[in-house]
Structure formats: C-alpha cells, structure tokens
C-alpha cells in the first residue's frame, strides 16, 4: 500500500479556521447530581470524543500526578471532569472503564497509562484515530491538527501557551476550557468526517485489547 502524507504545516497555515465548541456548550460539573446527570448523557451517547489535560512538569524525571481534566465530547456540547472534585470520581470512573462507551481521541495510550497510576483502572471501548490513519496508509501519527487539515482542509488552533498551562488549578480559565473541549471535539468531528461504521474501528477494551 502506498504511505500517505497529511498536509505540510505550512499548507494547513493557509485553511481557514475549524469551529469548534463556543463557551456556552462547555459544562464542568461541580456537583453529585450535574456529575450524575452528565454521566447519563454521556453514556447514552455511547460514543464520545475523549481526551486528558495534565498539570506540565519542568523537573527532569518528575512524575506527573495528572490527568487534572478529563473531557468527553458530544456532538453539541462537551463535558470536562475535573478529578479533585470528590463527587465526580465514581461516575468518572465508570466512564473510563465502560467498554460500552466508544472514547475516540489521538495518542491516547499514555492518556490510559495515566489514568491507569492515577485511578487504577484500565480504560475501555477505547479508539485510538492515530491507528486509524495508519491502517490507511499514513506513514506518521496524526495527531489532532493534521487529522483536522486532511479530513476537513481546514486550520485546528492550539496555543503552546494554553497546552503548558497549569491544568490542575481549581478553575479553569475561559481559554482552557475552550481548549480542552475542543480537543475531543475535533476527534469526534473527525471520525464523523471519516464514514467509518462502528463496526470498522479497532475498539480496544479494558486491558488495551479488543473487547470479547
């Protein structure tokens, strides 16, 4: 099979700019009952955009203590979980481990890896999209913003700025918000852009293999 490129990042600088969720269509819940009825939702959706956001660490050989912030994206909106709030951890945990929830994200094998030190779950019904686009030929991982420029010819923004800043704060800026429900966001969107059945995607289950 012939190797695939995504476009170059100077052709991705020229598209125009991805919309994503607004402010409005973001929840943090904060309470038993918004993480009990957010919970629900998500489920009942049964396929989501998934991602983490984790504090940086600067000190060589440092440990992360994260993820901090764990989104899940719906077609119309996203919710962001914030693990310190106690409430929120069974119904987070729940939905890691569901293999009944499809979480559709880009590199998420160290996102699994951090939740399995910091939760000691293992996460299921995961779809990684990297391997997605290798099995169709691209040579190198995706990531987010190159899916987004070869899927939809169109221009993800991400702010280095934003990516280093400190996720574990116990309120998330309006520029954090939008970032971190936006990057699951865009991997739903992109696996809709694809016209893959559920049937087609390599789900992976509980222990990083396919579900029986």
Do not use: C
Not at 23 to 34: D, S
Not at 158 to 173: C, G, M, P, V
Not at 185 to 198: D, H, I, P, R, T
Request: net charge neutral; proline share 5%; no cysteine.
């Amino acid at each position: 099979m012939k190797l695939k490129s995504a476009p170059s990042k100077d052709e991705i600088a020229q598209m125009a700019v991805f919309v994503g969720l607004d402010l409005a269509h973001i929840h943090v819940p904060q309470t038993q009952e918004e993480f009990e009825a957010a919970a629900i939702e998500i489920m009942a959706a049964g396929l989501v955009g998934f991602d983490t956001e984790s504090k940086p660490t600067f000190v060589a050989g440092e440990a992360s203590d994260g993820p901090h912030v764990v989104q899940f994206a719906l077609h119309d909106k996203a919710y962001l979980f914030q693990p310190y709030r106690a409430e929120g951890l069974p119904f987070l945990v729940e939905l890691l481990r569901s293999e009944r929830l499809i979480k559709v994200g880009f590199g998420l094998k160290s996102d699994g890896s951090h939740i399995r030190t910091k939760f000691g779950v293992h996460m299921g019904g995961v779809v990684d999209l990297n391997q997605v686009f290798s099995r169709d030929g691209y040579h190198k991982e995706m990531g987010v913003r190159a899916a987004v420029a070869q899927i939809f010819g169109q221009r993800f923004a991400k702010s280095r700025k934003i990516t280093t800043s400190n996720w574990a704060q116990k309120e998330l800026t309006p520029q954090q918000l939008l970032y971190a429900a936006n990057d699951a966001y865009a991997a739903l969107k992109v696996l809709e852009g694809m016209n893959l059945s559920l049937e087609a995607l390599p789900v992976m289950g509980g222990a990083g293999t396919p579900p029986k």
